[in-house]
């Protein structure tokens, strides 16, 4: 029955403003739809339309904000978000082993 009705959902892999999502702010629209709270991080700017298969499927339309990341909903009340970055050695993007 709690599952029904959680206080908070973790979520990943959200859009705000990308065309293959029909440029909305999805972690907001799923926060108002059910009626909580959110707080959203930007993980990264998605420079493409997303895989071949999604920029196949939204051919003539553009990306308003082209944001990617993450996002707490809560039934809780949000102070002042804060987003605490781990700063990665550089090795974790180059491409030797």
């Not at 293959?20 to 959203?40: D, I, P």
């Not at 499927?57 to 707490?72: C, K, P, V």
């Amino acid at each position: 029955k709690d599952l029904m009705n959680p206080t908070v959902i973790l979520l990943n892999e959200m859009d705000v403003g990308m065309a293959r999502s029909g440029n909305v702010h999805t972690a907001r629209r799923l926060a108002l739809q059910l009626g909580m709270n959110y707080a959203f991080g930007v993980e990264f700017l998605e420079l493409t339309r997303g895989t071949k298969e999604e920029q196949n499927s939204t051919i003539g339309r553009r990306d308003a904000l082209s944001l990617h990341g993450n996002a707490i909903l809560t039934k809780c009340i949000l102070g002042d978000a804060v987003i605490l970055r781990d700063h990665l050695p550089r090795a974790y993007f180059s491409r030797k082993p």
